[in-house]
Nanobody
C-alpha cells in the first residue's frame, strides 16, 4: 500500500491550494483518511480526517472554516482544499489511512498506512 500526497507549492498569504492524496494498492473509500502536517522543528499535527462509509469529517481548530476534506471515489483520491492560507500553515503535508473511525491524532494511524508528503509554503 502506498499513498502519495501532491499539490503543494508556494502560495501567497490569503491564497488557496488543493492537496491530493492518491493511492496504489488500496481503495481509499474503504478507509478513514487523515491529513497531517509537520512544520520544521515542530511535532506532526493532525488537521483533518474523513471517515469511511459515512464520510463524516473532522477538523482541528487551527484549520476549521478554512480547510475542507473531500473524497472522489472515481479517482480513488482524497482532497484537502485549503483556503485563506496563513504563514503558519507552512509545513510538509501528509495523508494517512486506517480501518475504522477517523481521528486527527497521528498515533491513531500507527497501524495504518502513510504516504510521502508534499510541501506547502505560504509566503509573499
Amino acid at each position: 500500500v502506498q499513498l502519495q500526497a501532491s499539490g503543494g507549492g508556494l502560495v501567497q498569504p490569503g491564497g488557496s491550494v488543493r492537496l491530493s492524496c492518491s493511492a496504489s494498492g488500496v481503495i481509499l473509500d474503504e478507509y478513514s483518511i487523515g491529513w497531517f502536517r509537520q512544520a520544521p522543528g515542530k511535532e506532526r499535527e493532525g488537521i483533518s480526517c474523513i471517515s469511511s462509509k459515512t464520510n463524516t469529517t473532522y477538523y482541528a481548530d487551527s484549520v476549521k472554516g478554512r480547510f475542507i476534506i473531500s473524497r472522489d471515489n472515481g479517482k480513488n483520491a482524497v482532497y484537502l482544499h485549503m483556503t485563506n492560507l496563513l504563514p503558519g500553515d507552512t509545513a510538509d503535508y501528509y495523508c494517512a489511512g486506517r480501518s475504522g473511525l477517523c481521528a486527527i491524532t497521528p498515533s491513531y494511524y500507527a497501524d495504518g498506512f502513510w504516504g510521502k508528503g508534499t510541501q506547502v509554503t505560504v509566503s509573499s
